[in-house]
């Protein structure tokens, strides 16, 4: 486990376990149809390095996240850029998806970095993305528990 000491105030982590393989979390983070029921519905996604794929929001207005794969280790880690193409202030960062075994089980450490954390909008999204990330993961245990 990461202690708080270790944390970068500027960057989202999250370490959680699941008592799944490797291969089941990552299938969770890179099949469309498992990420649309515990994160979002993607639109052209592969895990592989340069595919541009969008994430979609059904709110009001409708948002969409535009995103490009950064990184992708089978089994171990996928990275992506992410830009909420409805922003009034457009930030780009980068969320990084870290998969490794642990005992009987997986450890998953999400990290989204790119926060201007001396601006106060930028800090309050931070913050509001961590809540966020943290309501995906719950959603992302049920999946991976049934």
Not at 33 to 62: C, K, N
Not at 88 to 110: C, E, F, K, N
Request: net charge neutral.
């Amino acid at each position: 486990m990461i202690s708080d000491a270790e944390l970068n105030p500027a960057a989202v982590e999250i370490g959680s376990f699941f008592p799944q393989s490797p291969e089941a979390v990552w299938g969770a983070l890179t099949e469309p149809d498992l990420l649309e029921r515990w994160l979002m519905r993607p639109t052209g996604f592969a895990a592989s390095v340069g595919t541009h794929f969008l994430f979609e929001v059904h709110t009001q207005p409708p948002t969409e996240i535009a995103c490009e794969v950064l990184a992708a280790l089978p089994r171990e880690r996928l990275t992506y850029s992410w830009v909420d193409l409805r922003a009034a202030r457009p930030a780009r960062w980068i969320v990084d998806w870290l998969v490794r075994p642990q005992g009987r089980g997986t450890r998953l450490l999400l990290t989204q970095t790119g926060f201007d954390i001396e601006d106060r909008r930028q800090k309050m999204t931070r913050n509001a993305m961590e809540r966020g990330w943290k309501g995906s993961l719950a959603r992302l245990r049920e999946i991976l528990d049934h």
